[in-house]
Structure formats: C-alpha cells, structure tokens
C-alpha cells in the first residue's frame, strides 16, 4: 500500500515564525502535492511537483514556498507564519501515467495554528 | 476553471437507509474522483471514473458525461460510513487539473 506521511499531526507556531512542513512518500512517485483544507472552502492546491527540483504554483501559492530535494520528500514552508494560515494541511502524491487523471494518495494531514 | 458543485451539503440518516450524493461540474472532464475523508482528516480515494458505473461493496458511483453529473450511492448504509464525501473533477492534461467540490458530511445514526 502506498504511505504518505506528514511530520505532525497538530502543529502551533506564533505569527512571524519560520514553519516547515514535511511529507514523505514511499511509492516512488513522481507527483507531490500541497492543499489546505478550510471549512467552507474544500480542498484547495497550493503548490505541486512533477519531478525533483521542479514546482509549479497551484491557485494559492501566497505566502508559502516548496523544497523537492529528493523524490520522496516534499516540503510546504511558511516564511512567515500569519493567522490566516491556520488551517488543515494536507498532502498527496501519484503515479505519474500521462494523462494526469491518477489517484492521488493523501497524508494524515497537521492541522497548524498560528497564534 | 471547472466548478464543482455538491449536494446536500450535510446529511444525516438512519442505519440502512440508501444514501445518494451528487456532483456536478461545469466543464468537460477527464475523470472524476470520489474521496471518503473521516474525522481525524485522512482522505481516502474511493473512485475514480470517466464514464458509466463503479462499484465496490456498498458503494456505488455513476457519472453521465453529457449531464456533467455524478453521484455516489451508499446501499444499507451503516454509522462507519460517517464521514465527509469529496468530489473532484480533473478537467486538464497536467497533474493540477483537479477541482474540488466543498464536500457532503453524512452521519448515520444507529
């Protein structure tokens, strides 16, 4: 079975801190994925990668920054924590097949506060 | 950009009863994931398709492609099927093509 696993599950921070975010994949796939997750708002894409070294922006890519060193791992990092990006995050990983209709796994998810 | 739309938005019934969830979207696709999310978080794919009928277990998911519609049904529904219901349609050639809709939480009462 495919594990996709997040460093923490609850995460607080204070406004301004510097925060990483890190999600492991052990299925050997070339896609990674950062959301969050609000009430009201469902599942929204922040970035994604395709490859190591490569990241694309997805619709709300403000405030945030990705690292992708090697392929298993892919990191969200918060330059500087503000309360409006407490939220659920969660990520996700697929099988790269060329049609970008693939299953995507998810993690368990850190729910992070910022204070 | 595809809009998705889910409905009922909430939903609570009693244990065996059969549950219907739809989805519709606004753009041509090329599939159409449902997602099973408990409390707690974890989101697990349940299907994905891009044309006529899946089943697993109790599960059921129909899509109609010239509707822009489809549902997930629930047959002799039980209180673990609690849980927030996803749907996503992938309407672009990239791994970013997916759009979600805002999720239906159903709780089944013993």
């Known amino acids: 079975d495919v594990k996709v696993t997040q460093s923490s599950r609850y995460l607080v921070k204070r406004t301004g801190e510097k925060v990483f975010l890190e999600c492991v994949q052990d299925?050997?796939?070339?896609?990674m994925f950062w959301y969050r997750q609000d009430p009201g708002l469902g599942l929204r894409l922040i970035y994604f990668s395709y490859d190591v070294k490569m990241k694309e922006k997805g619709d709300i890519p403000e405030g945030y920054s990705v690292s992708r060193e090697k392929k298993e791992r892919f990191s969200l990092i918060l330059e500087s924590a503000s309360t409006n990006q407490t939220s659920m995050y969660l990520c996700?990983?697929?099988?790269?097949?060329?049609?970008?209709?693939?299953?995507?796994?998810f993690g368990p998810g850190t729910r992070l506060t910022v204070l | 950009k595809n809009e998705v739309e889910q409905s009922p938005q909430n939903l609570t019934a009693q244990e065996g009863e059969f549950i219907t969830i739809n989805c519709s979207y606004s753009v041509g696709i090329s599939a159409l994931h449902w997602l099973q999310q408990h409390p707690g978080g974890g989101i697990v794919s349940l299907f994905m398709l891009s044309s006529g009928k899946k089943k697993h277990g109790r599960l059921i998911a129909t899509i109609n492609i010239q509707e822009k519609h489809s549902s997930l049904h629930i047959t002799a529904s039980h209180p673990r099927d609690s849980a927030v219901y996803i749907c996503a349609a992938h309407s672009g050639g990239g791994a970013d093509g997916l759009t979600f809709g805002k999720g239906t939480h159903l709780i089944i009462q013993p």
């Open positions: 996700a990983s697929s099988l790269w097949q060329g049609v970008g209709t693939d299953t995507q796994y």
């Open positions: 299925m050997d796939h070339e896609n």
